[in-house]
């Protein structure tokens, strides 16, 4: 409720400021700039009442796609209609003796407000679906015998609920993992953000994913029914159950804290996986030991597990394996990201948050995921395919 009467408030500020500013001076521009905002604002109320009449099975992709459409929106709007009423009254504080207002502030919050909108619009059009690939090599020290090159492509944070009406978008990703002819196609967790629902028809896509060796995943904390709304703990492990079988069904072997060993040409590789349950701060681990137990002598350990802090909690130093798979992060969906500069406010978070890490001979690579989840956007922060090519010295 507090939060509908600050975005009304932000509403007829913004109008006043609109008036102060153009109505004098210029007629056009007031009726124009009055036009956009109405428009937007019509718009943003549309998707608010949607959002609070609903009353089907809230894991829908259309209803999770409408929850990200209003915290889009409200971003939109909300943001800049703060900047401007900010620099404005500020201007109107620092002339209340004179009367009116600094022009050139009220000017610096328009124009400001007008970026945050393109930005946001694009992040939302165009950047959520701008996938990029990174290509990867790693050396690992194994045995004397040097195997042919083996390739892993690894995508990870799908939150499938995001491709709804965009089907053909996660067909590309499918082909352009295909295209590589991996060995392994690996996924590090979160197939959905609330509810199994969201799967959707998505299963039929995902397992036209090919590689020589096989497709292996695990389920991440979204992928627990962490966040499903009202949900009993009975609920929680019904919507861990139902993903399992779906990601069973798109072609997975999903590894709940446990290892299969693949024969890889003559190489002996063990893929070990572990679960992820909670919510940041309070992040639980799958049991690594229960994982591995049983384990023999293998020349590859590559573990899958969705938090990257876990590499730096449970695997360097503790463990011999050769090289960690994360995803979780998301990079925040906003940041920078550059051939030589990358910088997110995930840093804050996970020392880990995108790229390739190595302590000693021990490797971590953090995926920053396809989907989004929460904002429907993506800042100069492009979903990731990774493509790990690495030969044993």
Known sequence: MVFIIVLILLEILTILVLKDHFYKSSRPKFWLSLLIHVSLSIWLWLVIFKNIFYNGIFDTPGNIRLHMAMTGLIAATAIPRMVICLLHYTGKLFRIRKG???????????????????????????????????????????????PDTLRIVQISDLHLAGFDKHLNRLQEVIDEVNRFSPDLIINTGDFISYGWHEFDRCDTILAKARSRYGNFAILGNHDMGTYLPEASDEDRKAVAVRVNELATASGYDVLNDEHVIVNIRDTRTAIIGVETYGRHPDIIHGDLKKAMEGLDSVDLKILLCHDPNQWRQDVTGKTDIDL????????????????KFRWSPSKYFYHEWNGLFREGDQYLYVNRGLGVMAIPFRIWMPPEITVLTFVME
């Open 100 to 146: 009116g207002h600094h022009r050139w502030l009220t000017w610096s919050g328009l124009i400001v407000s007008c970026i945050i909108l393109v930005v946001i619009a694009l992040g939302t059009f165009i950047g959520k679906f701008n996938f990029k690939t990174e290509e990867v090599t790693i050396k690992i020290k194994g045995t004397d015998r040097e």
């Open 324 to 339: 960690t798979l994360a995803g979780h992060t998301h990079g925040m969906q906003i940041g920078i990201v550059t051939r």
